[in-house]
């Protein structure tokens, strides 16, 4: 009998895969993306300190306030927009964008594509 595995699994085992070749560093930290059915949470991480640098999620009472919905793609580019701001602000210019194993398509897009043109660069 063959048995599915469900797309929680596959989606942590194909980030597990990723995570062997990106890995974040003081000069270049790694933007981490997680995606739930409700929220959207992004993580500036330097993996080699251990440490995160900078974090925003749709949870947060300012970013919430700003939205309809979290959990759409126009929220998802709020966010990016957000994380990329505070980025910036903490003089970092340049990130590794690690999508957590979700298909760069939608929301994980969005947040990039804001994250992007909020002055980050990868």
Request: glycine share 8%; no cysteine; aromatic share 6%.
């Amino acid at each position: 009998m063959i048995k599915k595995v469900s797309r929680t699994q596959v989606r942590q085992k194909k980030h597990r895969r990723m995570r062997n070749h990106i890995a974040g560093t003081a000069e270049r930290p790694r933007l981490a993306v997680f995606r739930s059915n409700k929220h959207m949470y992004a993580q500036i991480i330097d993996d080699a300190a251990g440490r995160t640098l900078v974090s925003a999620s749709t949870m947060q009472k300012d970013v919430k306030a700003e939205l309809e919905q979290t959990d759409n793609v126009a929220a998802a580019a709020y966010l990016g927009t957000v994380i990329g701001k505070k980025a910036v602000e903490a003089g970092i210019q340049e990130v590794v964008f690690d999508r957590g194993g979700f298909i760069y398509h939608g929301k994980i897009q969005a947040l990039a594509d804001a994250a992007r043109e909020a002055g980050l660069k990868f």
